[in-house]
């Protein structure tokens, strides 16, 4: 009898141990899911912001080639007028010393 009561004590034993177990297997189960979806709530966040950044990049140097663009123009033009201002100035003294030169030389002929 004493067997018979050491083995049913040692499997009554043995079995709320692996109940035990079993509850510490799902609160564990249970708390590695709540951390997956803690990581993948936060993987998700990030990727929200990394778009929105790109985004913001993206309009930024849009906006700063425009005006890369539009400065580049403009110096272009305004070089383009001072050229030909020096060259309409240029044009006007030739032919003002050639006036004067056919000037001299017409007077010179005649005296």
Known sequence: MKIT?????????????????????????HEAKKAGQKIKEGVETVGEKTKHA???VGEKTKDTAETVGRKTKETL???????????????????????KTKAEAGRALKS
């Open 5 to 29: 009561s050491l083995i049913v004590a040692l499997l009554a034993a043995g079995t709320l141990t692996a109940f035990g177990q079993e509850g510490t297997a799902q609160e564990i189960k």
């Open 54 to 56: 790109a985004e913001t």
């Open 77 to 99: 033009e305004s070089a383009g007028e001072k050229t030909n201002q020096g060259s309409s100035t240029a044009h006007s003294k030739s032919t003002k010393k050639v006036r």
